[in-house]
């Protein structure tokens, strides 16, 4: 090999890796700033912080009702202790039931006995 044509193909070769690293540049630049757009700023220590900050911002919504949420929450632990009362009262009915099964079987059994 000539060293013309070697030349050549380091040259190629090089242009070659500088497009591949422009290229993972540019993704990685694109990549942050879609976090950019998405979360606000990007990096940095304090970041936790103004995250917390911009979302009670977003947040403060002066349509929130706290008493109707939590009448709501009420009613729906009021409507639970009701569905576990009338669970615990089928399971009592099941239960006798089953026993008095129990003794007609066990009166049918002593009578085809004698």
């Given at each position: ?48 912080v103004h995250a917390l900050q911009r979302d009670s911002e977003l ?56």
């Amino acid at each position: 090999m000539q060293p013309s044509c070697c030349i050549q193909l380091i040259d190629c070769v090089s242009n070659d890796v500088v497009c591949v690293i422009n290229v993972v540049w540019q993704a990685e630049k694109a990549k942050h700033f879609l976090y950019e757009a998405k979360y606000g700023h990007f990096g940095g220590l304090g970041e936790p912080v103004h995250a917390l900050q911009r979302d009670s911002e977003l947040n403060a919504d002066s349509s929130f009702d706290e008493s109707a949420v939590k009448a709501m929450y009420d009613d729906q632990l009021t409507q639970l202790d009701n569905l576990i009362t009338t669970q615990h009262r089928a399971q009592h009915q099941m239960r006798e039931q089953l026993n008095a099964v129990d003794k007609r079987f066990h009166k049918v059994l002593l009578f085809d006995i004698f």
